[in-house]
DNA sequence: CCAGAAGTAAACAGATCGGTCTACTCTCTC
DNA sequence: GAGAGAGTAGACCGATCTGTTTACTTCTGG
């Protein structure tokens, strides 16, 4: 058997296309949170620029085109996150069970301070239409890898229904950052959390203490 | 005790501020499709117009503006979302448990052809930065009455705990449109139906059969 | 028969969009 | 001390954006 997918290397494809200088650092740092609040299509190159203290020059000097810092911007994101999570992994408990529950932890943690609006993946994909734009397939490895690293945790739980469960998890997982990010209940994050740990405990009763 | 949250009367607010004339029925019906399958910030008025077929003074002399375009793509696809599920929950068995399972199959069957890029709701919140925009009640809105309906639902299940247990629905339920959405494995709505199935039937395990 | 509503066609306006370019400065390093 | 790389400042480009306007047509109800 091969490597666990939270074991493989990060994200997709180059590591780094740019070159990221200073005034790279603080435009893509400046993006990307326009980006996340705002939107990327309601976000012009001119206030990037402005809110990073960086001439439109420079942007292009080091990105080439806005599409390039749209794609930097998720593909850095995306390598933010799997390190995150990782960190919380690693710090787990090693059986599989408290792995499961540290990836709704470290989603937890993630989201209070770093996604307030949801998922920075999800919301890239309502923007972004076509599937040959470079952008996308970062959106969609995300979300293939959490199934991956789902399914491998689950495989060690049960694996003749470790598909099953894997899927019931990414289910809770994304439904929680869904509403945690449009505030449908409070502390959505925690709920998810507490259903997985009862969907993993098994035999009980899964939405048992209402929160 | 009031009514039940899916007995009540529709959507947010006014019930129809435009008045819909044939070209407004044909460009809010363009309108929606493009805002829905590229993005509300990335489709312009003037393409709006092409596609239906009506000059811009049409859309202008209709709509005001192309925030109220938005508003109304959003108010007529909730009210539409409603009247859809109202009537799986009409043929479901009278038992909260069948309509509860109705819900996920209207989910499922609304997706399938009208929903193929995720829930309309999270993906205009996706650009709408703004708490103050007139859209933005209808988005939350939408959301709060889904909680409502399924805790009206949980609460004839089980009252003791019906509020977790109609959490963990929408968690389900909005898991299921994301995964979907972003085709992170197949048929997610079915899964999150099983899901949803399971956890009602209580006691056994919740993700038995690895669909 | 005619008033008014609904529509087309198309030019126009000002702002903003992504992107380019020139000219100059600063700071390293060989 | 010369050259290269990274940066600022800001003008500029054509395209596109939301929105407006003028002039004319077409249909319908009293």
Redesign the interface.
């Known amino acids: 058997m091969g490597k666990k997918a939270y074991e493989k290397e990060g994200a997709v494809a180059a590591p780094r296309r740019i070159a990221m200088t200073p005034a790279a650092r603080r435009a893509l740092d400046a993006a990307g949170r326009l980006f996340y609040?705002?939107?990327i299509?309601?976000v012009g190159v001119d206030l990037i620029a402005a809110e990073a203290g960086v001439t439109k020059k420079t942007l292009y000097d080091r990105f080439g085109s806005k599409e390039q810092i749209v794609v930097e911007y998720l593909a850095e994101r995306d390598e933010r996150w799997r390190s995150f999570l990782a960190g919380y992994l690693a710090a787990a408990a090693p059986t599989p069970r408290a792995r499961v529950l540290a990836v709704f932890d470290a989603s937890r943690d993630w989201a209070a301070d770093r996604s307030e609006?949801?998922?920075a993946?999800?919301?890239?994909?309502?923007?972004?239409?076509d599937a040959a734009h470079p952008a996308y397939p970062i959106?969609?490895g995300q979300?293939?890898w959490?199934?991956a690293l789902f399914t491998d945790l689950a495989r060690e739980i049960?694996p003749?229904?470790?598909?099953?469960?894997a899927?019931?998890l990414?289910?809770?997982?994304?439904?929680?950052?869904?509403?945690h990010?449009?505030?449908?209940?409070p502390e959505?994050l925690d709920?998810?959390r507490d259903?997985a740990e009862?969907?993993l405990a098994?035999?009980?009763?899964?939405?048992?203490?209402?929160?």
Chains 1, 2 share one sequence.
């Open positions: 609040e705002r939107g299509h309601a609006k949801g998922c993946m999800v919301n890239a994909h309502a923007e972004i239409s959106i969609t979300k293939a959490m199934l049960a003749d229904r470790a598909e099953g469960l899927r019931t990414v289910l809770l997982h994304e439904g929680g950052l869904v509403a990010g449009l505030h449908v209940f959505a709920q998810a259903d009862r969907l098994g035999g009980t009763e899964l939405a048992g203490s209402g929160r």
